[in-house]
């Protein structure tokens, strides 16, 4: 927040862990009303696959060098995206089955 221009909002994308409902974070919003959470939606796993990709180009490219500018980091990942994609694999999702859906109310069962 140190390093932000005064009233620059700030969106921070999270999925729904019970980690991002705590009264800290419900605190700092409050102390910080230019910063707004947005959920990614419920049953979204088809954004892990893409979750997986940037944690990869993070882990081959942007953890393994030095960028002398913004272009230069632009160039080595467009180098490297070439190389990835020679043999892609092809992700198929589907949720196919509402029934299965977590609703508000859970089921209590006993032993």
Do not use: C
């Not at 979750?51 to 632009?74: G, H, M, N, Q, Y």
């Amino acid at each position: 927040m140190a390093n932000q221009p005064v009233g620059k909002e700030i969106h921070v994308i999270a999925d729904h862990l019970s980690a991002h409902n705590t009264q800290r974070v419900t605190d700092f919003l409050q102390t910080h009303s230019q910063v707004h959470l947005q959920f990614t939606p419920t049953y979204s796993s088809w954004l892990n696959p893409v979750e997986l990709w940037f944690a990869k180009i993070e882990r081959a490219v942007i953890a393994r060098d030095v960028f002398t500018s913004v272009k230069d980091l632009e160039k080595k990942l467009m180098r490297y995206i070439p190389h990835y994609t020679k043999a892609p694999k092809i992700v198929k999702w589907k949720y196919g089955d509402p029934s299965r859906r977590i609703g508000t109310q859970l089921p209590v069962t006993g032993h």
